[in-house]
């Protein structure tokens, strides 16, 4: 459960496996290289080579208030972390080395929020992330000069701010998706690339019955060749919920300087004094709600036994001279007196004191809006309510002595406390909630009476009406007679037909009195069931003879079944499958083409296998054969989807080889070349003048296709134009024309309440309703037990 | 407070086809409705039509489907027997599913007017049990009530519901539940979660932004300024 990759893992970008949510540490990342080649380097640097560019244009930014020592103090107050940081990616590749004063300037300003639009110029990287090597310090250089020799290459800093992967307790949310950890973009996932690995799986399906499979996804708009919806992202770029990861270096009293991972917070100066001044700390980004839950923790470092320390959280505007919970919009649990201190609230005793070598965590529940504590892997409870309804979140720690240190974990460390745990109790909790709620009458009329909301509503009537029992498992049924209805399933259909009847005689349902007003077509579906059971029959043969290529059939069968289909829109649908006829015409002389070829090329292999065992008789005939221009079997049926020229036995070649049966052959390629042709000429004829640009355009493209001498084998437009994808949307398109022409929608009602409700749910996320990230719709709907 | 923000049809509709959601996961959710409402022979065509396998064997769904015919007849006896036949923990560690059959039998009792069954089934079986909980107590009198207006001609409609074919099929709809539940399936169809999360999310967006709402019967879309 905690680690389910996310969606996005199925995309072979190489990137994707720092996104794993498995790899919790960066070694886990790096592959070993034991004598990484020249060309290695190249490649690893190479992102980077934008990077510098970008620094250079933020050299005149402040540079914050670290001095160059400060870099030092930092790892002498973590003597654990120093040893490892020294063993860097970058010094370790002595091909590194000329590069290194460009990556320098970085010490101190690394913590810098990194402007949005230099996130979005940074290439995709290879899984041995470069982004690890970004920030390395000026310590590390200093520390792995003489080690570097030795120093094996996967060891790579735990402390350079890299990306790391989204912690897995916010894989709850149902916006995981969009929730970045630092640095580089996640490659978006994007839904085409789902559905043509899943679609792998059910070409049986395709060819059996319709097969707008692929293109369900889409069915409201035209259907788009697949290679050119990989490139179309699922959720725009801009929509990006970026995870404080870090400390700001702008963000912070000039008092605390920032390391430069971003996580730890060194008290410098002297200490102020008094209750009210202090040096407080805030992360570049506020939290977006749409994680649900939003945990950190902090450790404290420093010397002295007692800290003056408060943890949580303030609003963009709060002072940083203030520990947090001091001013206005802001929270926090103080580590002197284990007081949480709000100004909503005077300050309360809330936890047990903490100090140095503690580990304090800090929570916003964005279901419940409290903020809740954790002490050294325990939980301690809720400090505060009503936090971040409408206010942006920042993780804030404030310090006040010399000498006070303390270092964040964002997610890039296992966490003390199981907040997996946590967050899986709250997502149960507020589904059960969700799962609570009755449904509502106003569904059947997708309106209610007034544009109040909701609240006004409740007040003018006291109750909402909602739906009995029986009406929701009428809803039910309509909403699953009408999907298999529409994709076509007729047994299906017939099947739950009967066995509702049989269920609802038995149980002699008294008629519901207030079940008239609503348009439930449950009670007249059984006498339609014969009408409904035709018309999905004979919309069943139309597709299936788009799918098999046999346009005449589908034609007459249109014609006479749904004879406004073809004429709708100046006779568009008629134009388009006479289109494909005209391709499928083609095609069957590529076929021909192509197996008078292969043939050609069994028999020379034939002739010299035979002619080793009899050279003498058959070399003539053989021969004779080879020189022929249209050799080839008259009763094999060249069909698209099965070329058939492996199953020959060779030995049907060599006993059908008189000259009647060749020129069948050529007879038989010549007739298919006229037939097609004539068909030409009539399109010509039918198309060349008509006014309409699209027509003009299809017909010239499809006409165009005769240039080619296999067009399945041309690639680019034109194979999408002839493939049998192509087939599939011209069947998708006309099942949806048939369905509209009866005043059916173009998709199920079912598909359009699943998409209209992931729409509210992720709507809800972005405007910060915590709940709805724990309204997990493809957990919940979609993933198999 | 801020006002409303609006979404346009056309905006909305671009997000609509943003969803992702393929057609074999609408397939699934098709399957879990008629395998959880127990439409074995649609669940078995439909496994055809769309080579989608069923998360459970066929001849649970037939069985769970002659408890729930049984207990529509009025049958209480054959669907407890077969209840045990297929699993009989079921009835074991949930004593209130067991009261329910219990209460079902007493009322098919009285609805036959076999009132002298129905008095001592009453006092051998449910009494005991009306023992244990205050709730058990209060339904076997409701039950019991029956026997007092059995021949008036307009009872309470809280004890004359209970005749009603409503009851049995209340009665077999928590029987099929505590059956799915053994069966570690879902036991509500997710199709009515789906409508749930439906309700609950149109009204809480509501509150923040203007949107089409949707007739969920024909997916068409209204739209209010």
């Known amino acids: 459960m905690t680690s389910r990759p996310p969606r996005s893992s199925s995309i072979p970008i190489p990137r994707s496996a720092s996104t794993s949510n498995s790899a919790r540490s960066i070694e886990a990342l790096i592959p070993i290289p034991f004598v990484p080649p020249p060309a290695r380097h190249i490649h690893a640097t190479s992102p980077h080579s934008a990077r510098p560019i970008a ?39 002595p091909g590194r080395n000329p590069s290194r004063t460009r990556y320098e300037p970085r010490v101190g300003r690394s913590a810098v929020p990194v402007p949005p639009s230099t996130d979005l110029e940074l290439p995709v990287q290879p899984s041995t992330s470069p982004s690890q090597v970004r920030r390395v310090s000026g310590t590390s250089l200093r520390a792995s000069g003489p080690q570097k020799p030795i120093v094996p290459l996967h060891v790579v800093s735990r402390t350079t701010p890299v990306a790391f992967p989204r912690p897995s307790y916010l894989d709850y949310s149902s916006l995981r998706q969009l929730l970045q950890t630092e640095a580089p973009i996640l490659p978006i996932p994007t839904r085409k690339v789902e559905v043509s690995l899943t679609s792998g799986g059910r070409n049986l399906d395709d060819i059996e019955f319709f097969s707008d499979e692929d293109d369900s996804s889409e069915p409201s708009t035209p259907p788009r060749p697949r290679a050119l919806s990989v490139l179309v992202p699922s959720v725009s770029q801009e929509r990006i919920l970026k995870l404080p990861t870090r400390w700001s270096d702008q963000e912070r009293n000039p008092h605390l300087s920032v390391a430069p991972d971003g996580r730890k917070l060194s008290f410098e100066g002297t200490s102020l004094n008094g209750d009210k ?99 050294n892997g325990t939980l301690i409870g809720s400090a505060f309510d009503n936090v971040g309804k409408s206010l942006d979140l920042y993780p804030t720690v404030g310090l006040q002595h010399s000498g006070e240190a303390i270092r964040a974990n964002f ?65 039910l049924k309509q909403l699953v007679s009408s999907y298999l209805v529409h994709h076509g399933y007729a047994k299906t259909v017939r099947a739950l037909e009967k066995q509702q009847e049989a269920l609802d005689r038995e149980a002699k349902q008294p008629t519901l009195p207030d079940g008239a007003d609503h348009d439930i077509e449950m009670n007249n579906a059984s006498s339609k069931s014969n009408n409904i059971g035709i018309d999905i029959e004979s919309r069943t043969n139309i597709v299936n003879a788009v799918l098999a290529g046999d346009i005449d059939t589908a034609i007459e069968s249109t014609r006479t079944h749904y004879p406004a289909v073809l004429e709708v829109d100046d006779h568009l649908m008629l134009f388009k499958l006479r289109c494909r006829k005209f391709v499928e015409l083609i095609l069957e002389t590529t076929e021909i083409k192509k197996e008078i070829k292969s043939l050609r090329e069994r028999e020379v292999e034939c002739h010299r296998d035979l002619e080793t065992i009899h050279d003498g008789w058959l070399d003539e005939e053989m021969n004779m054969d080879i020189d022929d221009d249209a050799p080839g079997p008259l009763h094999i049926r060249p069909t698209l989807d099965a070329p058939s020229i492996m199953s020959i036995d060779p030995t049907t070649v060599l006993s059908a080889n008189d000259a009647g049966f060749l020129e069948g052959i050529a007879s038989q390629y010549e007739s298919a070349l006229n037939t097609a042709i004539t068909y030409g000429q009539a399109l010509t004829n039918d198309y060349q003048s008509d006014p309409r640009p699209d027509v003009q355009q299809r017909f010239k493209k499809t006409l165009g296709i005769v240039a080619w001498e296999d067009p399945l084998e041309a690639g680019g437009a034109i194979a999408e134009l002839v493939s049998h994808d192509a087939r599939i949307a011209l069947a998708h398109e006309i099942n949806q024309a048939i369905l509209k022409s009866q005043g059916r929608p173009a998709q199920p009602a079912l598909e359009t309440v699943y998409r209209h409700t992931a729409a509210c749910i992720n709507q809800l996320g972005l405007l910060g309703i915590g709940s709805a990230a724990f309204a997990d719709m493809s957990r919940e709907f979609l993933q198999q037990s | 407070m801020p006002p409303k923000q609006l979404i346009r049809k056309e905006e909305w509709e671009k997000r609509l086809h943003d969803v992702q959601v393929t057609k074999t996961d609408l397939n699934r959710l098709i399957m879990d409705y008629l395998v959880i409402e127990g439409y074995k022979s649609a669940a078995e065509e439909f496994s055809q039509e769309t080579n989608l396998e069923p998360a459970v064997d066929f001849e649970s769904i ?33 004593p209130a599913l067991y009261f329910k059959l219990q209460q079902q039998k007493l009322i098919e009792f009285i ?94 967006l509501e509150e923040k932004v203007a949107f089409p709402k949707l007739n969920v019967l024909d997916g068409s879309f209204v739209e209010r300024g």
């Open chain 1, 277 to 375: 001044d202090a040096a407080s700390a805030r992360t570049i980004h506020p939290i977006p709600p749409g994680c649900g839950i939003y945990y950190f923790e902090v450790e404290i470092l420093g010397k002295d036994q007692k800290v003056h320390i408060s943890i949580g959280f303030t609003g963009k505007s709060v002072k940083l001279s203030r520990l947090p919970g001091w001013e206005p919009n802001s929270w926090g649990y103080y580590g002197d007196d284990g007081s949480s201190l709000c100004t909503d609230k005077s300050g309360s005793l809330f936890g047990p004191s903490y100090g140095v070598g503690d580990t304090i965590g800090c929570g916003i529940d964005f279901t419940t809006y409290k903020v809740f504590y954790t002490k």
């Open chain 1, 55 to 93: 620094e250079s244009r933020r050299a005149g930014l402040p540079d914050g208030y670290r001095s160059p020592t400060t870099g030092n103090s930092n790892v002498s107050t973590s003597p654990t972390r120093s040893t490892s940081r020294s063993f860097s990616l970058a010094s370790s590749v």
């Open chain 2, 111 to 204: 609805r036959h007017g076999r009132i002298a069954e129905a008095l001592q089934f009453a006092q051998d079986e449910l009494a005991p049990r009306g023992e244990e909980s205050p709730e058990f107590l209060s339904e076997l009198e409701r039950t019991m009530a029956l026997l007092a207006f059995e021949s008036a001609p307009n009872p309470p409609s809280a004890i004359a519901e209970l005749l009603s074919p409503a009851q049995r099929m209340k009665t077999a709809g928590e029987v099929n539940a505590a059956i799915l539940e053994s069966l570690s399936q879902g036991k509500e169809v997710k199709l009515v979660g789906l409508l749930k999360l439906l309700c609950w999310g149109e009204n809480l």
């Open chain 2, 62 to 94: 037939e069985s769970r489907m002659d408890i729930r015919e049984a207990l529509q007849r009025g049958d209480v006896e054959d669907a407890i027997t077969r209840v045990n036949d297929l699993n009989p923990e079921i009835l074991d560690t949930n």
């Open chain 1, 411 to 475: 997610g890039q460390d296992p966490f003390k406390y199981d907040i997996d745990y946590h967050v899986q109790q709250q997502y149960n909790a507020t589904w059960s909630k969700i799962m609570d709620t009755t449904l509502e009458r106003y569904l059947l009329q997708g309106h209610r009476r007034s544009g109040f909301s909701i609240a006004s509503i409740t007040n003018d009537n006291g109750v909402k009406p909602s739906l009995t029992e029986e009406e929701s498992k009428r809803v």
